[in-house]
């Protein structure tokens, strides 16, 4: 069935370095691909999505290009801040499905001044 | 309102006893999802409503969970006899319509001791 592998945390950085968070997926056809971000003691929110391949999100500086031909999503930025703590998921929505969608189990993103 | 809205944000209930967890979705959203989100697991899909078809509840995990939405609006996970694995955030979300960009609520905290 279809599947998100993304790296496991946690993941510690500092104020402005480089991040990257790794996400792979399985699927049948070409799936739409999200990130998702959980700050602390709040809901999950869409940073960022892609719906073909080539294509790039963008939000809040953080980027990820969907790459059919490795089937990866990652995501990235390239100064980091406080602010950014939290726990990231990757997922994706088949094509053909309700719009359901398969979660990573999440990365957590510590970053220290 | 503004969100998803869930309540309770929080529930401790004993073993064996049923709880019911409540989903306001976002006003005019025809889809609504239930996901469970615990630790090891990460998130899981659990039922899907979209307008009035029959819900897909194809991620109910055993027949001691089940759902309703009425009217079309909101929504109530009903977990009957509850065991101590059931402990986890379940997570409320809805979209325009499917496949449609999806909203998450904050979650309802269930812990069974």
């Known amino acids: 069935g279809d599947s998100v592998t993304q790296m496991e945390g946690p993941v510690t950085l500092s104020e402005e370095a480089f991040l990257t968070i790794n996400c792979t997926y399985t699927?049948?056809?070409?799936?739409?691909l999200f990130w998702y971000v959980q700050y602390p003691g709040e809901g999950l929110q869409l940073l960022l999505k892609?719906?073909?391949?080539?294509d790039k999100g963008s939000n809040k500086g953080f980027e990820a290009t969907y790459r059919k031909e490795t089937t990866s999503f990652h995501l990235e930025k390239g100064s980091v801040q406080v602010s950014d703590s939290a726990v990231y998921f990757c997922?994706?929505?088949?094509?053909?499905?309700?719009?359901?969608?398969?979660f990573g189990k999440g990365t957590k993103l510590s970053v220290k001044p | 309102g503004a969100g998803v809205s869930q309540s309770p944000s929080n529930k401790v209930t004993e073993k064996g006893k049923d709880v019911e967890l409540r989903c306001d979705p976002i006003?005019?959203?025809?889809?609504l999802y239930w996901y469970r989100q615990s630790l090891g697991q990460g998130l899981e899909f659990l039922i899907y409503?979209?307008?009035?078809?029959?819900?897909?509840k194809s991620g109910l995990p055993s027949d001691r969970f089940s759902a309703e939405r009425t009217g079309g609006s909101v929504s109530t996970l009903t977990i009957q006899r509850t065991q101590q694995e059931d402990s986890a955030v379940y997570l409320c979300?809805?979209?325009?319509?499917?496949?449609?960009?999806?909203?998450f609520g904050e979650g309802s905290w269930l812990t069974v001791v």
């Open positions: 979300a809805s979209s325009l319509q499917e496949r449609n960009t999806i909203y």
């Open positions: 699927a049948t056809g070409y799936p739409s």
């Open positions: 892609a719906t073909k391949a080539d």
């Open positions: 997922a994706l929505s088949a094509r053909g499905s309700q719009g359901n969608l398969i």
């Open positions: 006003s005019g959203h025809t889809a």
């Open positions: 409503f979209q307008g009035n078809s029959a819900p897909d």
